[in-house]
C-alpha cells in the first residue's frame, strides 16, 4: 500500500485539501454548503479545505496537476476526455503527488449503483465509491479516511465484490495473498459492510482492531483493483446489460 | 447456398438440394438459378447500420462479376431465341406452369417476413426494392404464360424458349441488380434512422411519465418534506431499474421478490431502505416466507427504528441470510406483549415454520434481525 500520512494526532491535523469535480453547479454548491455546515456543527478545525472545482473531465486535469490537492471527490460521469468520465480523470492525473508526497487520492461520488461504473472507476484507482444520498458526516469520514490511503466501500459496493468474486457463493481464498478470491476474513468483513455496519462496528463485531479492519478493506481494494479475475468485467458487463 | 435458400424459404436442405439437381437435368436452369443465387443472396440480414456501412464497398466489389454475368446470360439468352419461333404444345403445360411458380417465388421469396407482411398490410411506402422484386416475378410469370400460350412443335423447341426467356429476364435483373442493391442499402438506412427516432421517442415518453410527472408532484407538495422524499425516492427507483436492469420479467426469483418487497415498504413509509442483494434463486415457499419475514422486520425498522435502515440479503449456496438493520432505540423481545403477532409470528414463528432460524439482536444503536434459510433440497452447502 501506499505511504501514510503522518496521523499526529486529530488536532494537530491540517484540513484535507478537496478538489470537488461534478458537472452539476447546483450539486457542487450543496456539497460544499452542506459539508461546511456540518464542519461547523461538529466544532473544532475544519476537516476539509475547497481547493477548486472542475465541471469536465479536461478542466479537472488542469485543476488536480495545479492544486495537487490530498482528495478529488469525482463524478463518475462527466463530459469530456475520452468519454470515459471520472476513469479519464484518474488516468490524466496519473503520477501526480501531493506537496507532502502523498499520491492525489480519489473518492468516487456517483448517483449510479451500476455495476459496470463502480467496477470501471475503482479499477481505474479510485479508493472508494460513494453515492451521492450519502449524508454529510459519513462523507466528511469517507473523504478523511482516502485521505488516509484508507479504502472507502459504502454496503452497496461491498455487495458487488462478495458476487464479483464469488465470496457468496463460498469460494474462499487459501491464502491472503491470492488475488482472484477473498480471504474468509475479507470475507467477513465485506458481509458486515454489507450489512451497513461502520467500520468501528466491524471491528468490534469480529473483535479486530478497527486498524486491521482497515487493512482488509484495503488489502480488498487492491484485490479489486489488479485481479484478473475474469468474471469481474464480464460479471459487471452482465449486471449493466441484464 | 442450398441451405441458406432452404433455412430462407423453411424448406428442408435435402429438398432443395434435389430440385437444384433436377433442374439442372432439365435444360440446366438448376445450374443458372444456383449461381444466380449465389451471387445476389445476402450475407446474412445486415444487424445494424454500422454493419450495413462496411456492407456496401464490399456489395460494389461484387457488382462488377454480377454484370458481366449478367451480360453473358443476356447473349445466351439472345442465342437461344432465334431459332426459337416454333415450339411444341407437348409437355409445355407443366413446365410454363413451373415458370410461373418460380416467379411467384422469386418475388416474395426475398422479402422477409417483417417486410413481407408490411408489403401485404401498406402496399405503397418506401419499399421500392419489393416492386423490383415483383417486376421479376411478374416478368418471369410471363414468360411462363407466354409460353404455356404460344404454340410449340416441339418439347425440345418449348424448353429452349423457356430456357432463352428466363435467361433474357435474369440477365436483365443482374444488370439491375447494382442499382437494387444501392436502394435495398438506402431503405436499410433509413429504417435504422427511423429505429433510431422512435426509441428517442419513447424514452422522452418515458421521462415525460415518469420523471416530469414526478418533479410536478414535488413542485405542488414541496412543503411536506416527506412526501417529497417519498416521490423523489419511488421516482429514483423506477428510473434506476429502467436504466439499469432492462425490462422486468416476472417476479420468480428471490432476489427480485426481496426486491420489491423493500420498495413496498419504502413506499409505505417514505423512508429509505438500503438494500444489497448478492447471488440468487428461484421463488419457493420457503423463499416467499423469508421475503414476507423480512417485509415485518423491514416495517419494525422503519417505524419503530431510525434512519439508516439497511437490508442485506445473501443467497447462496449455504442458503439464505438475510439482515435488517436500524439504528433506533431498539425493541427488546421480552417486552413486546403476547399479543402482538408482529415479530412473534410474522417473523420468528414463519421463519421456524419454514425450516429456517430468525434471531433479533439488540445493539448499542439499534437492532438487527437475522433471518436464515436452509439451501433448497438438491443443493449442497
Redesign the interface.
Known sequence: MSTRQPTAGTTARPPVRVVLVDDHRMFRTGVRAELTEAMGAAGGPAVCDFVGEAPDVDSAITVIRAERPDVVLLDVHLPGGSGNGGVDVIRGCFGVETPAGAPVRFLALSVSDAAEDVIAVIRAGARGYVTKTIGARDLITAIRRVADGDAVFSPRLAGFVLDAFGAAAGEIAEVDEELDRLSAREREVMRLIARGYQYKEVAKELFISVKTVETHVSSVLRKLQLSSRHELTAWAMGRRLL | MCAAVARHLGLSTRVVRWTFVILTFIGGAGVVAYAFLWALTPEGDLADAATDQVAVPSDRRQWGSIIVIGAALVLVGGVLVLPVLGGSLIGSVLVPLFTIAVGAIVAWSNLDDAQRSRWLDSGSGASRFGWMRVALGVGLTVAGILVLVTRGESFSAVWDALLAGIAVLVGALIIAAPWALRLWGDLRREQVASARATERADIAAHLHDSVLQTLALIQRQSGDAAAVTRLARAQEREL?SW????PQGSQSTLAAAVTEVAHEVEDLHGQ?I?L????DRPYEPHGAALAQAMREALLNAVRHGGA?V???V?????GVEA?V?DRGVGFDLEEVPVDRLGVRQSILGRMERHGGTARVRR?DDGT?VELRLPPLQGEQ?
Do not use: H, K
Open positions: 434506476r436504466l439499469y436492469d432492462g429509505v438500503d444489497v442483494v448478492t447471488g439508516p439497511t437490508a442485506y445473501e443467497i447462496g449456496p449455504s439482515f438493520r445493539r438487527e452447502p
